[in-house]
């Protein structure tokens, strides 16, 4: 996604892509054949059955991109900065939250229109259909939008050492949020609570690449093959031992999850960006507007899949479960791409063209 306030970074748009495809993936394989129940026998696809870890991705990569854009700027105009952020999300959220209001007409209560800015807490409207289900995480983001100025601003002036302090009091919270909360596994994956570090990490990303980018280029390459290789490793112990799905509503495990799983994440961003990979002209293109149409992907995947789910059925052609699933997945994806292009340019692109430049740059 370009942007008035940094040069464009095609890498960061291929892991926008690689975060909704995991979340479409999960879906997918959970609508069709998990039937959001742990699957411990298939651990070692955790990123598929745990596959809500796109999630963190997307949220590791907002506190990347905003502390970056931040460390080459002077200040950040907070108003212009709330500005274009309104401009990039609500226009389709909002479109998902009357879809949500409408299908759920009979149940609606005038209240329910604060949860445009809580759909993420309660009986969210948005929350009350799969169609609309994966907007939870708007208001998560809105609200670190919220606060982001200000911490740059005091990163800038106290460097790493104010997001670690920060890091430090939130594992503090999540501790005291264990204790008292009865459903603390559902807490931390939906709120926060749960998410808050995930964007401090990204943003501690950024200002390691800043300093150490020249290293990371040098072994980018095999940085990569290790942080995957780790990435593999924690979502299988994740899905092995730990699934969102168990039906033990207080798990410690998730006290320490949501962190484990942004430090993953942040160290995937560093080395893929020092790797370089110089992927072929037609698939570079098709990544870099796969991640540009990765906002309308995330949202709509839902409502592709349960309509395709509703026409097509359970198509089992096949004798292997792994066959059936990739069918049903190609089956799924250029639905899903063809309808987030349509979005895009017909939602998205409209309203982005209003953003402007919301940093001073630095002087020289």
Not at 107 to 131: C, E, K
Not at 133 to 152: D, K, N, Q
Not at 188 to 198: E, H, I, K, M
Request: charged fraction near 10%.
């Amino acid at each position: 996604m370009k942007s008035h306030n940094l040069a464009y970074i095609p890498a960061l748009d291929h892991l926008r892509l690689l975060a909704a495809l995991l979340v479409l993936v999960f879906h997918t394989f959970h609508l069709y054949f998990g039937l959001w129940q742990p699957a411990p026998y298939a651990a070692a696809l955790g990123l598929v059955t745990e596959g809500h870890t796109g999630v963190a991705l997307f949220f590791v990569l907002s506190g990347f991109l905003f502390m970056t854009i931040a460390l080459q700027s002077e200040r950040i105009d907070y108003g212009a900065f709330m500005r274009n952020r309104f401009l990039r999300i609500f226009p389709l959220f909002l479109f998902f939250f009357f879809i949500a209001i409408s299908v759920g007409r009979d149940a609606f209560r005038a209240g329910d229109v604060l949860y445009v800015f809580f759909s993420n807490l309660g009986q969210a409207p948005t929350s009350g259909s799969f169609i609309t289900g994966a907007a939870w995480t708007i208001s998560v983001e809105f609200t670190f939008y919220l606060v982001f100025p200000f911490l740059a601003r005091f990163v800038r002036a106290e460097g790493a050492a104010y997001l670690l302090r920060l890091i430090a009091l939130m594992a503090l919270v999540k501790l005291a949020a264990w204790g008292v909360s009865e459903r603390s596994t559902h807490m931390f994956y939906s709120t926060l609570v749960g998410r808050f570090d995930q964007f401090l990490w990204g943003m501690l990303a950024a200002l390691m690449w800043q300093r150490h980018a020249s290293v990371l280029q040098r072994h980018g390459r095999w940085l990569l093959v290790l942080a995957l290789a780790v990435l593999w490793l924690a979502t299988t112990v994740q899905a092995r031992f730990a699934s969102y799905f168990l039906p033990e509503p207080r798990q410690a495990f998730w006290v320490f999850w949501g962190t484990a799983e942004a430090l993953v994440w942040a160290g995937v961003v560093l080395a893929y960006l020092g790797a370089g990979i110089g992927w072929p002209k037609p698939l570079a293109r098709l990544l870099e507007h796969g991640g540009a149409w990765s906002y309308s992907l995330y949202l709509w995947h839902g409502l592709v899949l349960f309509t395709l789910h509703r026409a097509v059925g359970s198509w089992m052609p096949f004798g292997s479960v792994a066959a059936n699933a990739l069918l049903h997945f190609a089956l799924a994806l250029p639905l899903c791409l063809a309808v987030a292009w349509l979005s895009f340019l017909t939602i998205e692109q409209p309203f982005l063209r209003l953003r402007g430049r919301y940093t001073a740059p630095k002087e020289r």
